[in-house]
Structure formats: C-alpha cells, structure tokens
C-alpha cells in the first residue's frame, strides 16, 4: 500500500470525476473517444483533470484521440492495446456512438485483446422510453463482450470501474463495456480510493487458474509423450503472445531443437527468422508449415485453439500425432476442436519455463536436430514464391522490399483480405506485438485505425499500415485523425482495384462471376483524398522501376506518409488450403513447389465460409 | 441426452439474459429454463434442460462458467438428484366423465386446485417425464383448454452439489 495520500481522498466528487480518476490511477496514458450528449459530464470531467495535470513537456496527462467515427476510437483503443499489452480505453456517448462500437468490441473479444469501453447511457429514468439517442448497450454488449455493466446505483460506479479493468486483463483478456447513465456521471458522493465489486466465482476461478503451476509429474509426463516422439511441433497462437511467453518459447524451442509454427495471431512470438520457426501455418500458411504439420508425432498447441483457418477439417488435421498436448488458459478450449492427450490450464509463461528447467535438470538430452533439419530443408525447397518477372507489379515483392528497409522491426497493422495474408507471409517479425491484426473478426477498416492507436502507444516507433482499396475505403475519414495528430504513421495502400480476396475465391470457386468485388471502374482518387487529408507526402507507384525509390522515400518521411501501389490485379493469395479441407488439399500455384499432387476434387462451394 | 444444468447467478442487470443470449449464440438448446432468487437475493439459482452430445454438453458447461456473472454451474444428471415440476392445467367440467377424471389423476398424482366458470383448473408437481406423461394421458382424451409449466427444478439428493463459492 502506498501512504501517498490519494488526490480525491475523502472528497466528494461527480460520477464523472471518479470515472476519470480511476481510469488515471489504473495507468492509462491514452483515451480513445468521442463526445456526445449522454457523455458530456466525463468529457467535462477529462478536460478538468488534464487542466490540473499535465506531464512535464505541458501535455496533457490524459489525451482524449478524437476519430471521425466511434469505430475509429474502437480500433485506435484495440491497436494500442495489441501494441502494448495495456488495455485500450475508448469513451464514447450513448445510442449511436455506443452501437458504432460494436464491430471493434466483437473483434477485440475474438482476438482476446482487453479494452475498456465507456458509453454514457440516457439517465436511469429514461431507460425503456426509447429516449433520444437510447440503444440497449447492455442487451447488445452483452452477446459480444467479455462483460458489460450497466450501472444504475451511483454507489456501485467506482467499484465497477475499477473492477472492469480487472475483468479485462484477466485470464483469457477481452473488451469490458461500462455502460453509464448520464444521472449516474452527475451524482455527487465521498470517493471511496479502492472499492471492488464482489466477483466471486469468476475470481475464484481466474485466480485457481492462474495460480496452477506445472507439477513435476505433470513434467514427467510431458516429457515421457516427448520421449516416444521423433517428430514434435510447436503450435504457437495468439494467446502466448498474451502470455508474454517470447523468452521462455525460444528457450525450449532452442534447447530441444524443436520446430515451432504460429497462427496469424501468434506471429512474432517467435522472430519470424528464427531457424526454429517455420511461419505461419493454415489456410495461407507457408506449405513448409503446413507440412510439419501432417508429419509431426506430437503436436504441442500453445495459446492456439484450432480454429477453422487453421484445422478446416479438424480430423484431419496434424493426421500423423500421436499425442496432442494443449497449454491454454481458457477451459473452454481444451477438447474443444480436437481431443488432447494431456493438457496444462494455467500460468503458461511459468510452465514452458519449469519444462525447460526440468528437462536440464534431469539431464533429458532430448535433441530433435534431424526432425528440424527436415522441416528446414522443407523451408527450402518449399519457399514462399511469386512470378518474379512480372511486368506487373507483385505485392509480395512490394512486401518483401519493405521488409528489406524495416528489417523486422516495424510494427505493421493491416485491414482484412489479401494485402493482410501478403503481409503475414512475406514481412518479419523480430518481437511480439509487432503484428497487429484483425484474425478471428477478419475486421476490413482494421488497419488504419489500429496504426493509429499504435502509434499513440509507441510514439518511437515506426508504424505501418499495409491496406487494401476496399479494406482502407472502410475507415478512411481516420486520415485526417493520423494527420490532425501529426502522427508520423505510414500507409501503403496495396491498390487491386477491388476486393481481392473476395475475387481470389470468385476465380477459384465461382467461375470468375466478380459479383460486386471488382472496383475497376470507382472514382476513388487515393492520392487526392490522403493529400486533401493533410498527407504531405502522397505517391502513387503504377511501374516496378518506380517502387524502390518510392518506398525508401515513404520510409523515411518524417511525417505522415501515403504510399498507393497499383499492383497485379491478379495476384492471389498462395498456398491456399480450401476451406474445409485438409492439408492434403493445399494449392501452391505455379512458383512454390507442391508435394502433394494438386486436387481436382469438386469443391462443394456452398458448404466453405 | 437430456441433462439439467443447474446455475448459481449474481442478480445483476441483464445477467439471465447473457445466459440465453449464449445458448442462442451457439446454438445450443434450452427445452426449459427456470429462475429465482435463493435465499440470498443477490442470487438467483437457474435450472436449465438442455439436449445434445457429451461434447456440446461439456462446451455448454465450460462456456457458461466463463460468464462473469456465474458463480457456479454444475451438471445435475452426474449425480442422483430430485426433479420436480410444476404445471397448471385447464379442462372443462363434463369433458370427461368425472369418474375417469378421478383415476387419472390419481394414477399421476394430480388434484383439481379450482373449479369455476364450468372449467377445472388442475395441478400436478412431478418429474418433467411424469408431467409430459399426464398431459398425453389428458389429451389422449379430450383438449386442454390451457396449460402452464414451470420447467424442472432439480436439487441433488444429500448433500448440496452446487456451491455458492466455485
């Protein structure tokens, strides 16, 4: 406990101004959001503490980012949290705003990222009228968020607050939504400093969990699995990079020579360079990836939960593994798509640490080097490839020119379709939390908000976007945000003139009828709007010849930057394993090496999502 | 398989809710659901009847126990419980012979709570099955003008299952 004297002890202060304080006292530096009636009484209250306190160059303690639309705030509050680790903090007022917020708080609830979200609510009185501005935050929340409060007794407000923020780190994170009437921010009482609502249950359970630590018979038997094993695999999500587990993954990974693939969320929990890490794996995973994965004997999920990108036809997927060991932290996962053999629920980062230290302190000596020098002869001979003589220009050569003048150390943001999948397969990754993304929602207008929010989170560092025409369309008032802010954050808008992702499955599955995805003949002037937006620097690159000046320009402006390629409208999205399907199925096209004969198996399209 | 899912719940705004809003959202099946306060009325305890395989069972289980508001969920049929509900049932008077009336309800336990404006209003408190089987008895016979039914309740036999603290 500390003895500094809390600022609003024993005042009594509005609702708002407790709102404030506490979003203070939990350590949040940055607010995403925008006002409105129902909200005025905390955006009063924010302006009011940002008078008084102020950091030492004059900036306000608690900036408040305005976006064009309540997702932008939604978005900026989720990429500063994929950023930092930190909850995202987005306020936003009732109705409207609040609904406009639904997209962000799913998306952040099905890639687990915590954030914070304050809605103002008509006053208590009013709810059920259907008052001005008034939508049933707490029925729509409630199918989508972690959790949400609606408050309706004055006294239980900083309780709540506080209690969410708890909620939303804790065990597997998501979003928290605290829904506000505007009486509510008014009422005047004593400050209490430290109230927390009664969360039995939900307590109990998190703290069991976290608590569990590996036993050492459950050491043993892991390592026993590993012993009858010659072929073991890694299987990295999302959820080691909410673990924090980086250090303690590459140690085991390094000791045992074990090979180790990650999911689109778990990118970067590994550097993508590492001789260890064979990449991505899935439905656009590297086929070197999705090899290991039919040969391996043991699969070892770690924060990963066979989702359909991944295992589209789980009985088939890993075919050859013996065993299936699952770390997790969420009940809900173990079992859920495919049955595990053993499984630890609990504090991951500590295990994966304790089986190191078992398997030095017992002098194991398990050593899998032939196992790994396959799949890194595997890397080889199966290397991601395009058609590198091309007139057109090729966006994984775009990519992969970036990467030559970011060197893995960027953090990248994208929208949803091909430029997403581009990017994850031809970009590196050095550290976690580099790769931001919208996985499980597969969100479109991601990208440019969620730089956005990156960048607030880490000023130093150089933020790009990677967008889509279509993708970057979705939130596109959120330019005049990243330039308003003179945020030094870089687009490279990836132009195919449509949908491509959409027109990749309409070539493949629905004899090329480019049912509303070809945008050939829009009136979209990127370049005019990014300049009209206040970019100062806005390029359009239509020949290869031009790319590498244009991106080493791009890169290296100060300030914001826009960078539209018009690249090969043709260009797909490979390998690619059919929806639904097995590895077995995976197509390579004509650059990258098959090692299974391509299927000519009828495609059941209406049965593929 | 039927099973009956029973539910400690914090009474907060929208909780139950969020309870139906996940069987919807995953599509798994509620045949019935009954709720109230315990004897702490910060709490309400739900009993649940639901349909499906081991495995979607065990996915309801686990889901729900995710919501904030749970503070303990267990599956009742593991263990030996009692179940019982509750129906209210409307006939009219000289629909069938009193006589006939009287050996059905005797068979199932039932007993005439009213008789007015020439209908009877019948009770019956039994396990669902038993209910479900007096109600075809009836009308196997003649229509039921009205019928209401509580959805099972269920509590395990000697000492309480399901914990106020998981």
């Given at each position: 406990?500390?003895?500094?004297?809390?600022?609003?002890?024993?005042?009594?202060?509005?609702?708002?101004?407790?709102?404030?304080?506490?979003?203070?006292?939990?350590?949040?530096?940055?607010?995403?959001?925008?006002?409105?009636?129902?909200?005025?009484?905390?955006?009063?209250?924010?302006?009011?503490?940002?008078?008084?306190?102020?950091?030492?160059?004059?900036?306000d303690a608690l900036p408040m980012v305005v976006p064009a639309n309540e997702q932008g705030a939604g978005f900026m509050a989720?990429?500063?949290?994929?950023?930092?680790?930190?909850?995202?903090?987005?306020?936003?007022?009732?109705?409207?705003?609040?609904?406009?917020?639904?997209?962000?708080?799913?998306?952040?609830?099905?890639?687990?990222?915590?954030?914070?979200?304050?809605?103002?609510?008509?006053?208590?009185?009013?709810?059920?009228?259907?008052?001005?501005?008034?939508?049933?935050?707490?029925?729509?929340?409630?199918?989508?968020?972690?959790?949400?409060?609606?408050?309706?007794?004055?006294?239980?407000?900083?309780?709540?607050?506080?209690?969410?923020?708890?909620?939303?780190?804790?065990?597997?994170?998501?979003?928290?939504?605290?829904?506000?009437?505007?009486?509510?921010?008014?009422?005047?009482?004593?400050?209490?400093?430290?109230?927390?609502?009664?969360?039995?249950?939900?307590?109990?359970?998190?703290?069991?969990?976290?608590?569990?630590?590996?036993?050492?018979?459950?050491?043993?038997?892991?390592?026993?699995?590993?012993?009858?094993?010659?072929?073991?695999?890694?299987?990295?999500?999302?959820?080691?990079?909410?673990?924090?587990?980086?250090?303690?993954?590459?140690?085991?990974?390094?000791?045992?020579?074990?090979?180790?693939?990650?999911?689109?969320?778990?990118?970067?929990?590994?550097?993508?360079?590492?001789?260890?890490?064979?990449?991505?794996?899935?439905?656009?995973?590297?086929?070197?990836?999705?090899?290991?994965?039919?040969?391996?004997?043991?699969?070892?999920?770690?924060?990963?939960?066979?989702?359909?990108?991944?295992?589209?036809?789980?009985?088939?997927?890993?075919?050859?593994?013996?065993?299936?060991?699952?770390?997790?932290?969420?009940?809900?996962?173990?079992?859920?798509?495919?049955?595990?053999?053993?499984?630890?629920?609990?504090?991951?980062?500590?295990?994966?640490?304790?089986?190191?230290?078992?398997?030095?302190?017992?002098?194991?000596?398990?050593?899998?080097?032939?196992?790994?020098?396959?799949?890194?002869?595997?890397?080889?001979?199966?290397?991601?490839?395009?058609?590198?003589?091309?007139?057109?220009?090729?966006?994984?050569?775009?990519?992969?020119?970036?990467?030559?003048?970011?060197?893995?150390?960027?953090?990248?943001?994208?929208?949803?379709?091909?430029?997403?999948?581009?990017?994850?397969?031809?970009?590196?990754?050095?550290?976690?939390?580099?790769?931001?993304?919208?996985?499980?929602?597969?969100?479109?207008?991601?990208?440019?908000?969620?730089?956005?929010?990156?960048?607030?989170?880490?000023?130093?560092?150089?933020?790009?976007?990677?967008?889509?025409?279509?993708?970057?369309?979705?939130?596109?008032?959120?330019?005049?945000?990243?330039?308003?802010?003179?945020?030094?954050?870089?687009?490279?808008?990836?132009?195919?003139?449509?949908?491509?992702?959409?027109?990749?499955?309409?070539?493949?599955?629905?004899?090329?009828?480019?049912?509303?995805?070809?945008?050939?003949?829009?009136?979209?002037?990127?370049?005019?709007?990014?300049?009209?937006?206040?970019?100062?620097?806005?390029?359009?690159?239509?020949?290869?010849?031009?790319?590498?000046?244009?991106?080493?320009?791009?890169?290296?402006?100060?300030?914001?930057?826009?960078?539209?390629?018009?690249?090969?409208?043709?260009?797909?999205?490979?390998?690619?394993?059919?929806?639904?399907?097995?590895?077995?199925?995976?197509?390579?096209?004509?650059?990258?090496?098959?090692?299974?004969?391509?299927?000519?198996?009828?495609?059941?399209?209406?049965?593929?999502? | 398989?039927?099973?009956?899912?029973?539910?400690?719940?914090?009474?907060?705004?929208?909780?139950?809710?969020?309870?139906?809003?996940?069987?919807?959202?995953?599509?798994?099946?509620?045949?019935?659901?009954?709720?109230?306060?315990?004897?702490?009325?910060?709490?309400?305890?739900?009993?649940?009847?639901?349909?499906?395989?081991?495995?979607?069972?065990?996915?309801?289980?686990?889901?729900?126990?995710?919501?904030?508001?749970?503070?303990?969920?267990?599956?009742?049929?593991?263990?030996?419980?009692?179940?019982?509900?509750?129906?209210?049932?409307?006939?009219?008077?000289?629909?069938?012979?009193?006589?006939?009336?009287?050996?059905?309800?005797?068979?199932?336990?039932?007993?005439?709570?009213?008789?007015?404006?020439?209908?009877?209003?019948?009770?019956?408190?039994?396990?669902?099955?038993?209910?479900?089987?007096?109600?075809?008895?009836?009308?196997?016979?003649?229509?039921?003008?009205?019928?209401?039914?509580?959805?099972?309740?269920?509590?395990?036999?000697?000492?309480?299952?399901?914990?106020?603290?998981?």
């Amino acid at each position: 406990m500390s003895t500094k004297k809390h600022p609003l002890s024993n005042q009594s202060v509005s609702g708002a101004d407790k709102i404030v304080q506490i979003l203070a006292d939990q350590g949040v530096d940055t607010l995403f959001g925008y006002s409105g009636g129902a909200i005025l009484p905390v955006f009063d209250a924010v302006f009011r503490f940002n008078q008084i306190n102020k950091h030492l160059d004059g900036s306000d303690a608690l900036p408040m980012v305005v976006p064009a639309n309540e997702q932008g705030a939604g978005f900026m509050a989720s990429g500063y949290a994929r950023a930092s680790g930190k909850p995202g903090v987005v306020i936003v007022t009732s109705g409207p705003g609040a609904t406009n917020c639904v997209t962000p708080i799913r998306d952040a609830m099905a890639d687990s990222i915590p954030m914070i979200i304050i809605s103002g609510q008509v006053s208590t009185g009013a709810i059920g009228t259907d008052a001005f501005q008034e939508a049933p935050v707490n029925s729509l929340m409630g199918s989508i968020a972690k959790h949400v409060f609606l408050i309706t007794d004055p006294e239980k407000l900083e309780a709540t607050v506080r209690t969410a923020f708890f909620i939303a780190s804790s065990g597997r994170p998501g979003p928290v939504v605290i829904d506000i009437p505007k009486d509510i921010q008014n009422h005047v009482s004593l400050f209490e400093e430290d109230s927390l609502l009664d969360l039995s249950g939900y307590k109990d359970r998190i703290e069991k969990i976290s608590k569990n630590k590996i036993s050492e018979a459950q050491c043993s038997e892991f390592y026993d699995i590993l012993k009858d094993s010659k072929k073991p695999l890694i299987y990295a999500g999302g959820g080691s990079i909410h673990a924090n587990i980086s250090e303690e993954l590459k140690a085991l990974c390094e000791n045992l020579n074990i090979p180790i693939v990650t999911t689109l969320m778990g990118i970067g929990i590994i550097s993508t360079e590492h001789k260890n890490c064979l990449n991505m794996l899935g439905m656009h995973g590297t086929a070197y990836a999705n090899y290991a994965i039919d040969d391996c004997d043991v699969l070892i999920a770690v924060g990963s939960r066979f989702d359909d990108r991944v295992a589209g036809d789980p009985p088939e997927f890993a075919p050859k593994a013996k065993k299936i060991i699952h770390f997790d932290i969420d009940p809900s996962e173990i079992n859920k798509v495919k049955g595990v053999d053993f499984y630890f629920l609990g504090d991951i980062k500590q295990a994966i640490a304790d089986l190191d230290q078992y398997h030095n302190e017992h002098n194991l000596g398990l050593d899998f080097s032939a196992w790994l020098k396959e799949c890194q002869d595997n890397k080889n001979k199966y290397a991601m490839n395009y058609d590198r003589n091309s007139s057109l220009i090729q966006p994984y050569a775009v990519i992969e020119k970036i990467n030559a003048l970011t060197k893995g150390n960027a953090i990248i943001s994208t929208g949803v379709g091909q430029h997403q999948m581009w990017a994850a397969q031809y970009a590196s990754f050095h550290r976690p939390r580099l790769w931001l993304t919208s996985g499980s929602m597969g969100t479109m207008g991601f990208g440019l908000p969620a730089a956005i929010g990156a960048q607030f989170a880490r000023p130093d560092a150089l933020v790009i976007d990677i967008d889509g025409d279509g993708s970057i369309r979705m939130n596109i008032g959120e330019l005049e945000t990243a330039s308003s802010y003179n945020l030094p954050i870089k687009i490279l808008l990836l132009n195919n003139l449509g949908d491509g992702m959409v027109m990749q499955w309409q070539r493949m599955f629905y004899q090329s009828r480019m049912s509303a995805s070809d945008k050939s003949l829009r009136k979209k002037d990127f370049i005019k709007t990014a300049q009209a937006d206040g970019f100062d620097l806005a390029l359009r690159v239509t020949e290869n010849k031009e790319l590498d000046s244009a991106l080493k320009q791009f890169i290296e402006h100060k300030g914001p930057a826009f960078l539209e390629v018009l690249i090969d409208p043709e260009a797909s999205v490979l390998p690619m394993v059919p929806p639904g399907q097995s590895y077995k199925h995976m197509v390579t096209g004509d650059f990258i090496p098959n090692r299974y004969k391509e299927s000519d198996k009828e495609v059941n399209s209406s049965a593929m999502f | 398989m039927r099973n009956i899912i029973s539910i400690l719940i914090r009474n907060e705004a929208g909780a139950l809710a969020r309870v139906a809003n996940l069987f919807s959202s995953r599509a798994y099946n509620i045949d019935s659901l009954s709720v109230a306060p315990t004897d702490d009325q910060s709490v309400s305890r739900i009993t649940l009847v639901t349909f499906g395989s081991q495995e979607i069972l065990d996915q309801i289980i686990k889901q729900t126990r995710k919501l904030i508001d749970v503070i303990s969920i267990i599956d009742m049929t593991d263990d030996d419980y009692h179940e019982r509900e509750f129906a209210l049932i409307k006939i009219e008077v000289g629909s069938i012979s009193n006589h006939n009336l009287s050996l059905l309800m005797e068979s199932y336990g039932a007993s005439i709570l009213s008789e007015k404006d020439n209908f009877y209003t019948i009770e019956i408190i039994a396990s669902s099955e038993k209910v479900d089987d007096f109600i075809k008895a009836i009308t196997a016979k003649i229509p039921i003008d009205s019928i209401v039914r509580s959805g099972a309740l269920a509590i395990a036999k000697g000492k309480p299952l399901l914990q106020k603290n998981s």
